[in-house]
């Protein structure tokens, strides 16, 4: 018998990222940040059996050749069972898919890690 396990961790990707936004009202935003897809993992296992036989009787007046002599073996023959297949014991989810984990200012306008460096209205009223 053999029995084997494997573990699979599925493929994810992670990024990290920085941003810097240049709004015409003259807004300027920052930030730093990351996401990554989800994360999962399975372990499943197979077994894998042996089918074996023993000669317990080749002649019906000496048992004796079957057990206690030189030749004589445990188990005559073996050969691998047919049709095992992988069980799947359990699947974990490690972590959902993260999306737009900021740690340092926002993504968007007028949110975190902006701040307000020019009126346009006042010196250049065409951009604003």
């Given at each position: 018998m053999q029995q084997t396990f494997q573990f699979d961790l599925s493929k994810f990707k992670t990024n990290i990222y920085y941003l810097l936004l240049?709004?015409?009202?003259g807004q300027l935003c920052g930030g730093f940040g990351w996401e990554s897809e989800a994360i999962n993992l399975k372990l499943s296992t197979k077994f894998d059996f042996q089918d074996c036989y023993k000669n317990v009787i080749s002649d019906l007046c000496d048992w004796s050749n079957t057990f206690s002599t030189k030749d004589s073996k445990w188990l005559?023959?073996?050969?691998?069972?047919?049709?095992?297949?992988?069980?799947?014991?359990?699947?974990?989810?490690?972590?959902?898919?993260?999306?737009?984990?900021?740690?340092?200012?926002?993504?968007?306008?007028?949110?975190?890690?902006?701040?307000?460096?020019a009126q346009w209205t006042k010196w250049t009223p065409y951009v604003a």
């Open positions: 240049f709004q015409t009202t005559d023959s073996c050969t691998p069972s047919t049709g095992s297949s992988q069980v799947t014991l359990k699947n974990w989810q490690i972590t959902p898919a993260l999306t737009d984990q900021s740690l340092l200012g926002g993504t968007v306008a007028n949110g975190r890690g902006c701040w307000q460096f």
